[in-house]
């Protein structure tokens, strides 16, 4: 009923910045209130008075000095009119304002204002210095095989990458803005042409609808425009590797990138898409696969390998043929502990491990790897706290979670070794299978950017599993994957590739 | 209530997936038992009883996709509505409904049974039920297409099971099949008859119906999941007659089951317990179309979320879940079903079929009718 009330009413009316300097100064202090790094500097000529208003700490003072005041100064003749001072600025993006707002926006930016005094307009001119670390190698995702390098948190040069990687026209970098407060830079990356405009258009919508003050980064963004926020099956990818985005965006994806973020995100990816490396795709097509299976086994083993443990132990030892049970048995024999409670606790162990050699610097992460690895794992035998076959086992698992080429999925993974832990401690086989079923139906559930998660599976794409499931020599890829939709559907023609040729031709 | 149902665009799956969806239905707790079943009526020829009720059931399947054609997009409950009427068809449906809810009702309590007489005898029923009822709830909270997903996954996950089945072959004699064709043809119907709670699930097409994509397909990937349902069903038969002396089949009630038994890997023994563990997969899309379909049934008789109605059909199964104390009861329970279910799903939908033909007729007859006048 008090719509009309409510509405509209929080919106500033625009407000023109005092003409008189002093007034200027006091209006920019009150604004901006960054105490002396707000600095003003003013040219006096014949009684006209020019203003240069800046943030210290964010320009890049020889640019200023260099090409604004000293080409000012230079040109005595000129008029100290808008028009007038920017003929001379011998810079691409100046731009004309008097509001307020815009100018402590502009400040705030790293921007001078120019202005002088009486006039109706000042000039804003970019002198910002960007502080950025250089190009270095990919440290979350390593790789053995392929291009090493990786994004770095200035945007600019992210684009750059990009843009070097991609010679194509038409490829979109369409600007947006993230945080409602912070008011962070960020892109969104696609090929026109190839990606799905429905897809774009459900990136910038979910982009645009966020109304959060501040987001630190491009995992918690992708975080809040995933579709399920309660399960631990990441929906979006991040990835640091910009040749990585460049092979999603030709198979008609859509990436997200930010300012002060060394990470892209891009969707839609499938389950299956968080094991797939880099690696695959510059390998030939048979180590491709042999790894890419490698990688699903090693997962599945890591999901599976220690709740069957407990469930064959607990419950089912009848499963084990009698001269294994016996050196099983007797590993076990000094154990007091029932095996889940054993498994637990060594997972525990493990976990520890892992996080302790991830929090600390990689010389002393190494040695703490080899001390807890190998020397508590040897005295918790001779202790009798485990048996040597848990040890086995679990070290299986672990290697097997850490084989996920994403780190977010390889943490999902180990996660998720808990709840069947339990389950299988529980109900033996039947409450791994209840865990399995549980999971199964989840996934299915899942979706990402609007497409199904377990996408070349279920809904059967039968043409689309060489591109995440198994891999196939390249000639068979002339074609875009199904499930994006994409415009362009053909790589290169399918007829050249197929053609062949007779004995001696 | 409106007659035909239009789901939205994204709800809708390929045909093909009816391939998915008749097999994984139809395959179920009925199928651990049934060589025995069949043996009792059949003897040796039983797997030819088991392949007789296979074709009756793909003439039943003819029936059935040929009525839901008549229509655009209906189901059974729409149907029942159109053919009699407000108040005949809605008791109609609320009957089917109950018939549904007691078939879902069965594959729970059938497998808990399997669990507890193989696995764990002391488990106490409501706690397995309680979880799988859960499970499946979270199923159909995700609609149909996490049903057929679940469905999908069901038949991919167990399809290995059948090759072992041929592993306990190697010890089998052929000779227990012949003579072929040595009983008469009462008993081979009556076998035949027998499979029933095996066969039953492919009436779920009557409510998947207006989910299909391309309708024009489904009769096709109908009749091709029926068709692999049936080769499965009389290879189990074939190999359990030819592994077991004739009087221990009669005495086995889990015969494929018990033949898992004998499959033996170098670290694996005791296959059983990963059988019947692995038989959760292959009944889980069972309950969950069951349940699915009568929660809609639920919602499209008295017109309330489907959601609610997940919730009562499933308390009251939980409930009802304490009311059964022993295995004769439960034996008793299933055969009434199993004989709902063959009037249900085998000779219902036929009549109901015959009657919306003739409708059809008249109704053609009479525009035709009307046009030349």
């Known amino acids: ?505 | 209530m409106k007659v035909n149902l239009h789901p939205k665009e994204g709800l809708l799956i390929n045909a093909f997936m009816l391939f998915f969806i008749i097999h994984s239905v139809q395959v179920g707790v009925g199928l651990a038992g049934l060589p025995r079943v069949v043996y009792l009526v059949a003897k040796h020829d039983a797997w030819i009883s088991v392949f007789l009720a296979g074709m009756i059931t793909s003439i039943v399947l003819i029936f059935m996709v040929q009525m839901l054609k008549q229509y655009d997009s209906a189901d059974l409950y729409g149907i029942h509505v159109d053919v009699f009427g407000k108040w005949a068809g809605q008791s109609l449906n609320f009957i089917y409904m109950i018939y549904m809810t007691s078939t879902f009702f069965i594959i729970l309590m059938n497998y808990i049974e399997i669990v507890q007489v193989w696995i764990f005898p002391t488990l106490p029923t409501w706690q397995l039920s309680l979880v799988l009822i859960l499970i499946v709830i979270y199923a159909v909270y995700g609609g149909i297409r996490v049903i057929v997903g679940v469905a999908f996954f069901s038949v991919i996950g167990t399809v290995w099971l059948v090759i072992v089945l041929f592993v306990p072959l190697q010890f089998g004699d052929f000779t227990h099949l012949l003579p072929i064709l040595n009983v008469n043809a009462k008993q081979l119907v009556m076998g035949a008859q027998s499979t029933t709670l095996s066969m039953l699930g492919f009436e779920i097409i009557m409510f998947v119906y207006p989910f299909v994509k391309e309708k024009h397909k489904s009769m096709l990937f109908v009749q091709i999941g029926n068709l692999f349902t049936t080769i499965i069903f009389t290879l189990a038969t074939l190999i359990s007659i030819v592994f077991f002396a004739s009087n221990s089949l009669e005495k086995t009630i889990w015969p494929v089951l018990s033949m898992f038994k004998i499959v033996r890997l170098p670290n694996l023994e005791r296959f059983e317990f990963i059988a019947v563990s692995f038989w959760m997969l292959i009944i889980l899309p069972n309950m969950c179309f069951y349940l699915w379909a009568a929660s809609k049934g639920f919602s499209r008789i008295l017109g309330k979320r489907q959601k609610s109605g997940v919730w009562i059909i499933a308390i009251v199964t939980f409930a009802a879940t304490f009311l059964i104390k022993s295995r004769y009861q439960m034996n008793t329970i299933t055969d009434v079903v199993a004989k709902l279910g063959f009037y249900f799903a085998f000779c219902y939908p036929v009549l109901l079929a015959m009657i919306v033909f003739i409708k059809k007729w008249f109704k053609r007859r009479g525009d035709k009718h009307a046009e030349t006048q």
């Open chain 1, 1 to 505: 009923m008090f719509k009309w009330l409510s509405g509209k009413k929080a919106e500033e009316t625009p407000k023109v910045h005092s003409l008189d300097l002093e007034e200027l100064k006091e209006q920019l202090k009150t604004e901006l209130n960054v105490g002396a790094d707000l600095v003003f500097r003013t040219l006096k000529r014949d009684g006209e008075k020019l203003i240069f208003c800046l943030i210290d700490s964010l320009i890049d003072s020889t640019k200023l000095d260099e090409v604004v005041i000293k080409s000012i100064m230079n040109h005595k003749e000129i008029e100290w009119t808008c028009e007038g001072i920017s003929k001379v600025l011998p810079m691409a993006s100046i731009h004309a304002v008097n509001q307020l707002g815009e100018v402590v926006q502009g400040i705030n930016q790293g921007k001078v204002y120019i202005y002088s005094e009486g006039q109706p307009y000042g000039i804003l001119a970019d002198v910002s210095k960007n502080l950025v670390r250089g190009l270095e190698k990919a440290e979350t995702e390593s790789l053995v095989y392929g291009p090493k390098i990786s994004f770095t948190e200035s945007l600019q040069s992210n684009i750059n990458i990009l843009r070097n990687n991609i010679k194509d026209e038409d490829l979109c970098t369409e600007d947006l803005t993230v945080g409602r407060r912070s008011k962070t830079k960020a892109k969104i990356v696609y090929i026109r042409g190839i990606a799905d405009e429905q897809i774009v258009n459900t990136f910038k919508q979910r982009l645009n609808e966020l109304e959060l003050d501040y987001i630190p980064g491009t995992t918690v963004l992708g975080q809040y425009i995933e579709s399920n926020s309660w399960t631990v099956f990441p929906q979006l990818m991040t990835t640091e590797l910009p040749d990585r985005i460049s092979i999603a965006l030709y198979r008609g994806k859509v990436a997200v990138l930010m300012d002060r973020s060394p990470d892209a995100l891009y969707g839609p990816t499938s389950f299956f898409a968080f094991f797939e490396s880099t690696e695959d795709v510059y390998m030939r097509w048979n180590m491709g696969l042999f790894l890419r299976l490698l990688r699903l086994v090693a997962t599945f083993i890591s999901v599976l390998l220690t709740p069957a443990y407990v469930a064959v132990l607990t419950y089912h030892y009848e499963v084990i043929p009698s001269p294994l049970l016996l050196s099983l048995g007797e590993s076990r024999a000094r154990v007091p502990f029932p095996p889940v409670f054993e498994t637990l606790l060594l997972e525990f162990v493990i976990e520890l491990l892992r996080e302790a050699g991830a929090r600390l610097p990689t010389k002393v992460g190494q040695t703490i790897g080899i001390v807890g690895g190998i020397i508590i794992g040897q005295a918790a035998v001779q202790a009798g706290f485990t048996s040597n076959i848990l040890i086995i086992i679990l070290c299986l698992s672990a290697l097997g979670s850490f084989t996920t080429p994403s780190y977010l999925m390889g943490t999902a993974i180990r996660l998720i070794r808990f709840p069947i832990i339990l389950m299988a401690g529980l109900w033996g086989g039947i409450g791994i299978m209840i865990a399995f079923c549980f999971f199964i139906i989840h996934l299915l559930r899942l979706e990402t950017i609007g497409g199904p998660y377990l996408t070349p599976i279920y809904p059967a794409r039968i043409k689309d599993i060489g591109y995440s499931f198994f891999k196939l020599p390249p000639q068979y890829f002339s074609f875009r994957p199904i499930t994006n939709r994409t415009k362009d559907k053909e790589r290169f023609p399918k007829k050249k590739a197929k053609q062949k040729k007779d004995v001696d031709e």
